[in-house]
């Protein structure tokens, strides 16, 4: 007998998609066809026509906790993650401390045992702490984050072994990643540049909203993409092109990769539904890292998600509390860049879904099986398929909804209000790790610590 059965659904699969159902035992999936060729199960779910997609990947994801707790933990990330349809977050080591040590690893590793509904894994920091990568590496980090600048004032604690200050170390921390054969990624904007941009914008009293952008230009992208495909050229490192939103940054990385290079190609939802004169619009709410860019730019960042060229969409989810917000309101270079994008990064994607942006083949693979191939995971996650974990999200694409940022689950959905009334598809009915439903519509439907660990090949304890 199954563990569980769902049945009448439209499974969603690399291949394709069927209507039946899948039949779940031991948490894996180890049958899938009609509805007739399921045996009996403890448990059935009617998935009544709806959709059944594999579980969503977030890979790019700052939780922060415990070291910054007010913002959000994996309490609240999981559950705000695992109602939007992401059944593995991967965070980012940016913390108080960072991710910079075998130690700090296990702390994370402990804080997101107790609190997290959904399965996750950790980047490892690389940066001046050279001797900490392999252990890192060798504990079980998916890949490594790197920032290519000093850290800024008053934040040292949150970038300690996290940075790479110039080309030496640069050069260095290339040369030690290789030896561990993960990605490594980096913030993809060249910060000498924008430094000065900002003094200089500074100086004349130029700090309105719309000069965050404006300091932010588009080379200062192009400029750190081409430097990091050349070390990770000499070096035969798999780069993480993190964030990117320029139409000539992801026309070189793919350049790159068509001579041989191994590059996982990223953007965002915010870079694809807004643009800069949002920015002028929301002010503090709308800054980001990078900055959202031009309406040109934004559109033809679709045409290379139909392409293939981009790789993973992921949330960058880096929230802040209104209060932090509000800094930015006189001088917006006061606001700190991020948004609480953890739980509006798949419904905005089906929404390109109903509206024809995107096939839902293109989507699953974006939101899910290429995060899952990229960072070791596959295929006991991404997929719908035998011997995949029971990673599901049963959704109705059917029904609008609008948001409004006071629905969000996350602690700093005040800070979420350039999302508010716009029509999202995607509804999540249910969503399944491992085989148990672990968030439903009335929903967190598990118990805190549910979610495991994951590492490089390994999906499982």
């Not at 999936?29 to 026509?49: E, F, Y």
């Not at 997609?53 to 933990?73: A, K, N, Q, T």
């Not at 002028?280 to 293939?308: D, F, I, Q």
């Not at 148990?436 to 590492?455: I, K, N, S």
Request: aromatic share 8%.
């Amino acid at each position: 007998m199954l563990d569980l059965a769902v049945k009448n659904a439209k499974v969603v699969t690399e291949d394709g998609m069927f209507f039946g159902g899948i039949g779940v035992e031991g948490g894996k999936i180890t049958m899938m066809g009609t509805n007739a060729q399921l045996p009996a199960a403890r448990s059935v779910i009617d998935a009544d026509g709806q959709y059944l997609l594999p579980g969503c990947i977030d890979s790019h994801v700052h939780i922060r906790y415990p070291g910054i707790s007010h913002r959000e933990d994996f309490a609240s990330g999981s559950l705000a993650a695992a109602g939007s349809g992401t059944t593995v977050l991967i965070e980012m080591p940016l913390s108080s401390p960072p991710t910079y040590s075998v130690d700090e690893l296990m702390v994370r590793v402990g804080a997101a045992k107790s609190q997290s509904i959904i399965d996750f894994g950790f980047l490892g920091a690389a940066g001046n702490k050279l001797q900490n990568i392999m252990p890192l590496a060798k504990a079980g980090v998916l890949g490594f984050k790197s920032f290519l600048q000093t850290p800024p004032a008053g934040r040292e604690h949150e970038f300690i072994g996290l940075t790479m200050e110039n080309e030496y170390q640069l050069y260095k921390g290339f040369a030690e990643v290789a030896k561990t054969g993960l990605p490594l990624g980096a913030h993809t904007e060249s910060i000498g540049l924008v430094t000065g941009i900002i003094s200089e914008f500074k100086a004349e009293g130029k700090i309105s909203a719309e000069y965050h952008a404006k300091s932010r230009p588009p080379i200062a992208e192009v400029e750190m993409v081409e430097k990091l495909i050349r070390y990770a050229r000499e070096f035969n490192v798999p780069l993480y092109l993190t964030h990117l939103t320029t139409s000539e940054s992801i026309r070189i990385a793919n350049q790159a990769r068509r001579m041989g290079q191994r590059l996982i190609i990223e953007t965002c939802p915010h870079y694809l539904y807004f643009t800069e004169e949002d920015i002028a619009r929301y002010g503090t709410y709308a800054v980001c890292n990078p900055p959202m860019r031009s309406k040109m730019e934004s559109e033809a960042l679709w045409t290379h998600l139909n392409n293939g060229d981009i790789d993973i969409i992921s949330s960058d989810h880096a929230p802040y509390t209104a209060e932090e917000k509000k800094k930015g309101l006189d001088n917006i270079f006061m606001s700190p860049p991020g948004l609480p994008g953890l739980e509006m990064r798949v419904p905005l994607i089906m929404k390109a879904v109903k509206e024809k942006r995107l096939t839902l083949q293109t989507a699953v693979k974006l939101l899910s099986t290429n995060a899952a191939k990229s960072f070791g995971l596959y295929p006991k996650k991404g997929a719908i398929k035998i011997g995949s974990d029971a990673d599901l999200v049963l959704m109705d694409l059917h029904t609008p909804y609008k948001m409004d940022h006071n629905q969000m689950r996350s602690k700093c959905k005040e800070s979420g209000v350039i999302y508010d009334g716009i029509e999202l598809y995607g509804k999540v009915l249910k969503t399944v790790v491992r085989g148990t439903v672990v968030y439903d519509q009335e929903g967190q439907a598990a118990d805190a610590g549910y979610g495991e660990w994951l590492r490089p090949g390994k999906a499982e304890e």
